[in-house]
């Protein structure tokens, strides 16, 4: 069984996505609904990680050794500045939650498969809020947007 390659890599996903998410938040502490709404949502992602951890006891979780290649994504090192900065952030905060929202999908169909109702009941929470969480991220990068491509500095 594979399920525990996909296990850690959500948990370590979902770490990565909260870093980020903390990352931006400080790094961009002048925009004070980025600030905020980046807290919470990386206190959202510790929050899956919690949730999933019941089911990691019971499958086990993979380390790196047994991982794919390629099969992990880096955070954010460093915020960058400046409106275009914002929006490059974002994006790649979206990148980020992209590929833990893509990771629940793939951990639903096992639980489906293994008939695992509390994996179940854990995916479709968990995979509704990041849901999201991409969909504020894209909001928020179409209000950036127009001010960071087009207004000159």
Not at 10 to 22: N, V
Not at 78 to 104: F, H
Not at 111 to 138: F, M, P, S, Y
Request: aromatic share 4%; glycine share 6%; hydrophobic share 40%.
């Amino acid at each position: 069984m594979k399920l525990p390659v996909y296990l850690g890599l959500l948990d370590r996903s979902e770490a990565t996505l909260a870093e980020s998410f903390r990352q931006v938040s400080e790094g961009h502490g002048h925009e004070p609904d980025v600030h905020f709404l980046c807290e919470t949502l990386a206190k959202q992602c510790e929050d899956h990680r919690s949730a999933l951890a019941p089911v990691v006891s019971r499958y086990g979780e993979a380390d790196d050794q047994e991982e794919p290649e390629r099969l992990h994504a880096d955070g954010l090192s460093e915020t960058r500045s400046g409106p275009v900065g914002l929006l490059r952030d974002l994006q790649d905060l979206y990148l980020l939650a992209s590929l833990v929202d893509i990771t629940w999908t793939m951990v639903k169909q096992a639980a489906q498969g293994l008939r695992d109702e509390e994996l179940l009941a854990v995916v479709e929470r968990c995979d509704g809020e990041t849901a999201i969480q991409l969909k504020w991220l894209q909001t928020r990068m179409k209000q950036a947007a127009p001010q960071a491509l087009i207004v000159a500095e």
